[in-house]
DNA sequence: GATTTCGCTCAACAGTCGTTGACTCAACGA
DNA sequence: TCGTTGAGTCAACGACTGTTGAGCGAAATC
């Protein structure tokens, strides 16, 4: 079989990176090791090293995600951004993702990437949104959201099991945008 | 100093108790370790074993709680309720809760601690709820909380930081009361 | 006061983990 | 064709973990 190396090596650490995501996302930092991995990419322990140098390098390389392009918001348009992001989290959410939030309440390093993520979410929502405690606001509603996933896709609340995403959109809608208008004391 | 055998075993019980729910609760149970408990109680590793048996029962002494009694709720009062228990967690929610809290997400048995928690909660607010989705709509405001909860407690989003806990309910409470009230098509 | 009970410690075992260095062998460049 | 590079393997080290059994010494019992 004639695969040059360049592309046998793509195609390995691919492999690899593949491997990583579901084991951490399945079992956390700490319970996904360095041979499980290995084993699932049919591949030997030592190369895992050997290639992302460390557990923790591999772990935010596998976390790693590029960050969805911004454009102007106003009030309304963030209750559904956020909705958007739940929508595309009931379907197929990365497998990226879910390593992080898996482990971003035992894990230090996905601790700081989660609050990370979180804390670009809370920005780009606090824009939009008027009143001098936008932030805090903001910062609830992606709590809400967050709450939810965790319960839906982590936790697998049996409630949750099943439901289209358009009627969780259409029940969580009017809570948020409570949480978007200003309130008259 | 004449301290009686058995009060002696209760105390130092109770030590490695709260020192497990410490570790627990900060590091989660994988990065907890039984040698952490022991120094922290100031006893040897061994001793906690004689104690709890094993890592695990350890665990679920340092997690178990007594499930608050309860009293009959209409809709109005499930959204008091519901912010009660954040109340209750912003100031000082019990270090064995925090400790289940943490471990949720990667292990196992904390998980299904949770659920049973979770599921607990959900029941008592869909009973005070109208319509027939009513336990979906319990587990939204559930959720939500636990999202607040755990990016406050856990997380420790910036935003939430020293924010006093009256103001997080007069924010939440349009959101949760939206998820309550039966919608019209 | 002698004997038993038991809270507690000490030292070690067995297993698993991340990590490393020496090695094999096929693809590559000259 | 020959030497070189590099993908991939093998076996092992050292550290840390949960867990165990033997033993010590003071309190309890008679």
């Known amino acids: 079989m004639g695969v040059p190396r360049a592309e046998r090596r793509r195609r390995t650490e691919a492999r690899i990176l593949d491997a990583a995501r579901v084991l951490f996302a399945e079992l956390g930092y700490e319970r996904a090791t360095i041979r ?14 050997q290639y992302f140098g460390s557990k923790q390098e591999l772990f935010q390389q596998a976390v790693r995600m590029t ?21 595309m ?9 879910l390593a992080m939030m898996r ?27 008027p009143g001098d405690d936008a932030r805090l606001r903001a910062a609830l509603m992606t ?21 289209p995403q358009e009627e969780l959109a259409r029940l969580l809608r009017p809570s948020l945008r409570a949480l978007t208008g200003q309130e008259v004391s």
């Open 103 to 129: 482990s971003m309440l035992t894990h230090p390093e996905a601790a700081a990437s989660a609050r990370q993520v979180l804390s670009r979410q809370i920005d780009r929502l606090a824009e939009a949104m």
């Open 36 to 49: 499980g991995v290995a084993r699932r990419a049919e591949v030997d322990p030592a190369l895992v090293m």
């Open 143 to 163: 709590l809400t959201m967050l709450g939810i996933t965790v319960g839906h896709q982590l936790l697998e609340i049996d409630e949750l099991r099943g439901v």
């Open 89 to 97: 989290k009931l379907g197929e959410l990365p497998q990226g993702s």
């Open 67 to 87: 960050p969805p392009a911004d454009g102007e918001l106003d009030a309304e348009g963030a209750v559904e951004h956020v909705l958007g992001s739940l929508t």
